[in-house]
């Protein structure tokens, strides 16, 4: 099956630092991705969607400035956080699809910490 | 706007009985729904897919029903192990809409 991958797997930061966490297909071309955020003991709610070359769609009430997405190729798409506050403290979780979008293949998952 | 539940938060079962863990959502024109598999601190292992045409799908232990216009699927697990300690999250994605919306998971533990 479809392998995706996210480095780092986990990160601890200072507050009012930046983080950068990668998300790549490493074999297909994924046209969409997704970001997703999972605080402790909750499901998945989904960040905001990219699709290769345009911009983000975020959902409600995610902040576009604060969450930082860039789908620049068809393998690789970045979600930085700017100036971590503790509460951004959680478990994030990107997932590709190709073209069809028949199914999203989930990355492993990035662990943030802000201290 | 697409909500998905899932009975029950949490369940306790010796190793060996067969379970079923239910998922409901709202807006019946789904594109597909999945279940997934998530240990602790971990990411999420696809289980099964069913698109909005099946009813349906079964994989080893596992068998999963889609009644679409309820707005019902259920995970029927087989023989339960330990091994299956996990949390099962359903998700759907609904027509015309590329995201899925996951429900809040069902905390599954065997006792062996």
């Known amino acids: 099956g479809a392998v995706v991958s996210q480095h780092p797997s986990w990160v601890i930061c200072k507050s009012g630092t930046s983080v950068k966490i990668e998300c790549r297909s490493l074999d297909f071309q994924a046209t969409t991705m997704f970001w997703y955020r999972q605080f402790p003991k909750q499901s998945l709610m989904l960040m905001a969607t990219s699709n290769e070359g345009s911009k983000a769609t975020y959902e409600q009430g995610v902040e576009k400035d604060k969450f930082l997405i860039n789908h620049a190729s068809l393998t690789l798409s970045t979600l930085t956080v700017t100036s971590a506050h503790p509460e951004d403290s959680s478990f994030y979780i990107c997932?590709?699809?190709?073209?069809?979008?028949?199914?999203?293949?989930f990355g492993p998952g990035t662990r943030l910490l802000v201290l | 706007k697409q909500e998905v539940t899932q009975i029950p938060a949490a369940l306790s079962v010796p190793e060996g009985e067969n379970l079923v863990l239910n998922c409901s959502f709202t807006?019946?024109?789904?594109?597909?729904l999945q279940w997934f598999r998530q240990d602790p601190g971990k990411g999420l292992t696809s289980l099964l897919l069913i698109q909005s045409s099946q009813r349906e799908q079964t994989s080893g232990r596992l068998n999963a029903s889609l009644d679409k216009s309820s707005g019902r699927s259920t995970l029927y697990i087989a023989a339960s192990q330990p091994g299956d300690s996990a949390t099962y999250l359903c998700a759907v994605q609904t027509q015309g809409a590329q995201k899925l919306v996951f429900g809040q998971g069902t905390r599954l533990t065997i006792n062996p």
């Open positions: 807006d019946s024109a789904i594109y597909n």
């Open positions: 997932s590709a699809a190709g073209r069809f979008l028949e199914t999203q293949y």
